[in-house]
T-cell receptor
Framework: GAVVSQHPSWVICKSGTSVKIECRSL??????MFWYRQFPKQSLMLMAT?????????EQGVEKDKFLINHASLTLSTLTVTSAHPEDSSFYIC??????????????FGPGTRLTVT | DQQVKQNSPSLSVQEGRISILNCDYT??????FLWYKKYPAEGPTFLIS?????DKNEDGRFTVFLNKSAKHLSLHIVPSQPGDSAVYFC???????????????FGQGTILTVHP
């Protein structure tokens, strides 16, 4: 149980185009999903918190107009990188809130999406 | 400002020996700590966690120790196995009543290599 999928797993796009990444909780409902970004050999940096049915909360320094987040249902959140540039190339990982009485802060992570902007 | 730090970028141990991974934090509001294991090009998978009201939590070969006064936690793996080779991240979360509830702050990760 507690499986999170991401699609696509790898995408190459041209500079100036937009890319949408999907994050799905397959066997549970998640009112909250998180989007992270990881540069090579660095930590996972939280970009935004996505809440079903409401606007996402962005971390300081993350451009909300560039990284559009939509959490339309309890099992799907999407991240759209708009007008992508080479510096947006990174590994994007989503997680779904698996809060339970057993593990109150546990998050279930997707496999990640490698974005390369040429 | 790196609130969660893993100062050792890598660790190499022999199979069967103990692996000790360390993590320090600066934010005294953190009250829940987790360890994740990650393989390249994959998302992290949860290993073990500890609440700030405890100083030790054990799950099979994995034990996490928390020293609140020193703002330090460690993950012990005994005995280490080659399959444990991966990147290990510690993460911290804030109090339930605050705005940081549910958010995880990750350390930089430590690459563990277990040699047969």
């Amino acid at each position: 149980g507690a499986v999170v999928s991401q699609h696509p797993s790898w995408v190459i796009c041209k500079s100036g185009t937009s890319v949408k990444i999907e994050c799905r909780s397959l066997d549970f409902q998640a009112t909250t999903m998180f989007w992270y970004r990881q540069f090579p050999k660095q930590s996972l940096m939280l970009m935004a918190t996505s809440n079903e049915g409401s606007k996402a909360t962005y971390e300081q320094g993350v451009e909300k107009d560039k990284f559009l987040i939509n959490h339309a249902s309890l099992t799907l959140s999407t991240l759209t990188v708009t007008s992508a540039h080479p510096e947006d190339s990174s590994f994007y990982i989503c997680s779904a809130d698996g809060t339970s009485w057993q593990e109150p802060y546990e998050q279930y992570f997707g496999p990640g999406t490698r974005l390369t902007v040429t | 400002d790196q609130q969660v730090k893993q100062n050792s970028p890598s660790l190499s141990v022999q199979e069967g020996r103990i692996s000790i991974l360390n993590c320090d934090y600066t934010n005294s509001m953190f009250d829940y700590f987790l360890w994740y294991k990650k393989y390249p090009a994959e998302g992290p998978t949860f290993l073990i966690s500890i609440s700030s009201i405890k100083d030790k939590n054990e799950d099979g070969r994995f034990t996490v120790f928390l020293n609140k006064s020193a703002k330090h936690l460690s993950l012990h793996i005994v005995p280490s196995q080659p399959g444990d080779s991966a990147v290990y991240f510690c993460a911290a979360s804030g109090d339930a009543g605050g705005t940081s509830y549910g958010k995880l702050t990750f350390g930089q990760g430590t690459i563990l290599t277990v040699h047969p």
